[in-house]
């Protein structure tokens, strides 16, 4: 993967100038599982977290290795294996960072009662989205920190890659087997929306649009 840009992959997105990234512009219903992991976040080519606009060229959709499911592992732990969290390797690796650094890595916890809230927390979440399944923040919410959807973004050949927010809910929903979650497309491959553009036509945004109603028109067959 080059972590710089070319300047074909400048020229490549010229079209799109009007197609600026700005969160929770677009967005789809889609299927957690056939979401990929390709990176963590400090993994991420520098130049896509900067870049402004939505369609994002360069290599970083090309990925020789998936990660398996941020925090899945750990929920299973809890939920499926049904240890206490006092038992967990999770909770186990917090301590350990809270003794060795003074904080936790993700999320950054600086006390033991701080690790005791979160994972409160994190069986609250659980139980609702068990009961109720998934729920979208409201809109309101989603301009502050640790309260925006689940956040993806989308490879030339329509990769769901996993970047962003909504880590602990994307991995419950896998957990729970839920069919579908609402999303927010954070950027995409401009190769991406040309393939859009060949299959349904009509202006940019137009085919954007299709291309990810069709992604929930998809969960709602399964």
Known sequence: MSKNLSLRDYFSTYKYLS??????RWSAEIRPDAVIYPYSSKQWPNYIKRWPLFACPGDWDLVQHRNEPFR???????????????????????????????????????SQKEIDAYYAGVYALYE???????????????????????????????ELMKAG???????????????????VIDVVHPQWIEKSQKKYGGTVSYAIQQALSALTDTNKDQ
């Open 19 to 24: 197609l600026r990234r700005r969160y929770g």
């Open 128 to 158: 609702s989205m068990q009961k109720d399944g998934y729920q979208r923040r409201p809109v309101q919410d989603r301009s502050c920190k640790g309260q925006k959807e689940i956040t993806i973004r989308i490879g030339r050949c329509g």
């Open 165 to 183: 927010e909504g880590t602990h809910r994307l991995a419950l929903a896998r957990l729970l087997g839920l069919k579908s979650v609402f999303a």
């Open 72 to 110: 899945l592992q750990q929920f299973k732990e809890l939920f499926v294996d049904q240890l206490p969290y006092q038992e967990s390797a999770s909770y186990a690796g917090m301590l350990s960072d809270l003794k060795q650094f003074g904080v936790t890595h993700a999320p950054k916890l600086r």
